[in-house]
C-alpha cells in the first residue's frame, strides 16, 4: 500500500474513533459551568484525586493484559480459534482483576479517604470511585475488540452513547438532586456501566466461559515486563494530584483541575491517534514502508498538536472565564505548559510503537522510570512553593524526557529516518509564538491571529514539502472556487 494510501487510512480512523473522543472532551468542558457551580474548588480537588488514584489502579492491573492483548491478537492472524482464546482469557483476567480491586475499595474506603484527604468524611466519593473503577475496566476491555477489528463506526458509536447517558444521569444527580461531587462520581460511572452491560450482550457468542492457563501465562510473561513502564507513566500522570493536596490543599488541586481539563482538548486529537495507531502500525508488514509511515506520522503529529497546544495556550484565559465562575479563573495559568506536553506525549506514542515493533519493550519501564523520577523530584522542589505551576512545570519536563529516553532507545534497536528539521520548526515555531503572546499579554483578537499565523510563519520558513505545497495549492483553489 503506498504511504499516501497508509496516511489516508490512519487519518480515517483516527477521525472516526476521535469523534466519540471529540463528544466526551466536548461535554466535558461543556459541563464546567454545571460543576463550578454547583461545587466549590475543594469538592472539584477532591473529586480529581479520587480520578487519579482510580487512573493508577486501572492502569496497573490491566498493564500486562492490555498490551499483550493487541500482540497475541494479530499474531493468531490465521487462527480464529486462537483468537478467540485470546479475546476470553483477557475478558475474564479483566473481570477478576476489577472485582479484586471494587471488593478492596468498598472495604478499605475509609482509610483510603483519610490517607488521601487526612479524613474519612469521603469514605462514600471513595466507594463511587472504585464502583467507577470496575466498569471502565471492563468496559474497555470490551471496546479494545472494535479496535483490533478496525471497526472504528461502532466504537465510536459505543462512545457517543456513552456520553449521551453520562450527561444525562449526571445532570440529574447534580443538577436535580443535589449530589454534589458523589452526583458527579457516580454519573460518570453510569453511561460506562450501562454500556458495558449492552455490549456484554452484544458480544454474548465471543465471551464464553473458557479461560486458557498455558495462553494466560504466555500473555501475562510478554506483558508483565511492561508493568513497571506503565507504573511509572502513571506516575507522570497522576502523581502531582497527590502532591498538591498534600502540600496545599484541595482548593489548589480544583483549580489545577480545571487547567488540566482545558488543556486536555488536545488529547482529543492524541487520544483518537492513540486508538487507531498500535493496530495501525502493527498492521504494515514491510519494515522499509513501515520506518517511512512512521517517519511522517510524527511530522504530521506534531505538527497538529503543536498548533492546538498554541491556541490552547494563547485562548485559556477566555476559554476559563467563559466556562467557570470567578473561583476557578486562576486555572487557567497551566494550561499552556501542560498543553505542550501532550505534544511531547505524542510524539512518545509514536516513538513507543516502533519500539513495539521491534519487540524491544523489555527495557522501556527504565525511561518511564527515569522521567517518573524527575517527576517525582521536580513536584517535591516545586509544589511547595509554587502549587499548581510547580505541578505544571514538573509534568512539562517529565513528558520531554521520557520522549527523549524513548527516542535514544528506538533508534537504536529500530531506526527510524524522522524529520528533525521540520519536527524543530513545528514545535519551535508554536512555543515562540504562545511565548510572544503571553510576555505582550495580547488580546483576544491578536491571540486568534497569533494562532492562525502558526502555518503561514511555517510556510516562510519552508516547512512544507513540494508536495504537500502542490496539495495545499489545489486545497486552496477548490475553496476559492467554491466561495466564487
Known amino acids: 500500500m503506498a504511504l499516501a494510501e497508509q496516511i489516508k487510512r490512519l487519518g480515517r480512523h483516527s477521525a472516526i474513533y476521535g469523534l466519540g473522543g471529540l463528544v466526551q472532551r466536548i461535554v466535558a468542558v ?14 472539584y480537588g477532591a473529586i480529581e484525586a479520587l480520578v487519579a488514584l ?11 493484559i492490555q498490551n499483550s492483548f493487541f500482540r497475541f491478537y494479530f499474531d493468531a492472524e490465521e487462527d480464529e480459534q486462537r483468537r478467540l482464546a485470546v479475546v476470553r482469557t483477557a475478558f475474564w483476567f479483566t473481570m477478576g482483576t476489577a472485582t479484586f480491586a471494587l471488593v478492596a475499595g468498598l472495604v478499605f474506603a475509609a482509610p483510603i479517604s483519610r490517607g488521601l484527604f487526612a479524613t474519612a468524611e469521603h469514605a462514600d466519593l471513595v466507594r463511587a470511585a472504585f464502583v467507577g473503577l470496575w466498569a471502565s475496566m471492563n468496559y474497555d476491555q470490551l471496546t479494545s475488540l472494535f479496535r483490533v477489528e478496525e471497526r472504528s463506526v461502532s466504537y465510536s458509536v459505543a462512545s457517543l452513547a456513552n456520553v449521551l447517558v453520562t450527561i444525562g444521569i449526571t445532570i440529574l444527580l447534580v443538577v436535580v438532586l443535589d449530589k454534589g461531587p458523589l452526583g458527579v462520581l457516580v454519573g460518570n460511572f453510569s453511561g460506562t456501566l450501562i454500556l458495558y452491560a449492552v455490549l456484554v450482550g452484544y458480544r454474548r457468542a ?30 507522570v500522570d497522576f502523581s502531582d494530584r497527590f502532591f498538591l493536596v498534600k502540600f496545599w490543599d484541595q482548593h489548589e488541586l480544583g483549580l489545577y483541575a480545571i487547567g488540566v481539563r482545558i488543556s486536555a482538548a488536545l488529547l482529543f486529537v492524541l487520544t483518537a491517534f492513540r486508538t487507531a495507531w498500535p493496530a495501525f502500525a502493527f498492521s504494515i508488514k514491510d519494515e522499509d514502508e513501515a520506518r517511512r509511515t512512521f517517519a511522517f506520522v510524527m511530522t504530521y503529529v506534531v505538527f497538529v498538536s503543536s498548533w492546538a497546544a498554541l491556541a490552547l495556550g494563547l485562548g485559556s484565559p477566555w476559554l476559563v472565564r467563559l466556562l467557570t465562575t470567578p473561583d476557578f479563573y486562576e486555572g487557567s495559568r497551566v494550561v499552556a505548559l501542560l498543553a505542550f506536553s501532550w505534544v511531547a506525549f505524542g510524539a512518545y506514542v509514536v516513538v513507543l510503537v516502533s519500539v513495539g515493533r521491534a519487540r524491544r519493550r523489555r527495557s522501556n519501564w527504565l525511561i518511564t522510570g527515569a522521567a517518573a523520577l524527575v517527576n517525582l523530584v521536580l513536584n517535591l522542589v516545586l509544589i511547595p512553593p ?29 531506526p527510524v529516518p524522522y524529520q528533525w528539521r521540520r519536527l524543530a520548526l513545528a514545535v519551535g515555531t508554536a512555543v515562540a509564538l504562545t511565548v510572544t503572546g503571553k510576555l505582550l499579554d495580547v488580546s483576544l483578537p491578536a491571540a486568534v491571529a497569533l494562532t492562525l499565523a502558526f502555518p503561514l510563519v511555517l510556510a516562510l520558513l519552508r516547512f ?21
Open 30 to 43: 461543556l459541563l464546567l459551568p454545571l460543576y463550578t457551580r454547583y461545587l466549590i474548588p475543594a469538592d
Open 54 to 64: 482510580s487512573a493508577v489502579v486501572i492502569t496497573l492491573l490491566r498493564a500486562a
Open 206 to 235: 465471543q465471551l464464553g466461559l473458557e479461560f486458557d492457563r498455558s495462553l494466560f501465562r504466555k500473555m501475562i510473561a510478554w506483558g508483565m515486563p511492561f508493568v513497571p513502564s506503565v507504573l511509572a507513566l502513571s506516575t
Open 386 to 414: 509554587y502549587g499548581l505551576m510547580g505541578a505544571a512545570v514538573s509534568t512539562l519536563c517529565a513528558y520531554v524526557a521520557m520522549f527523549a529516553g524513548l527516542l535514544w532507545k528506538a533508534q537504536k534497536v529500530y
Open 464 to 484: 512544507y514539502l513540494p508536495a504537500e505545497r502542490r496539495r495545499i495549492g489545489a486545497l486552496g483553489r477548490r475553496v476559492f472556487a467554491g466561495a466564487r
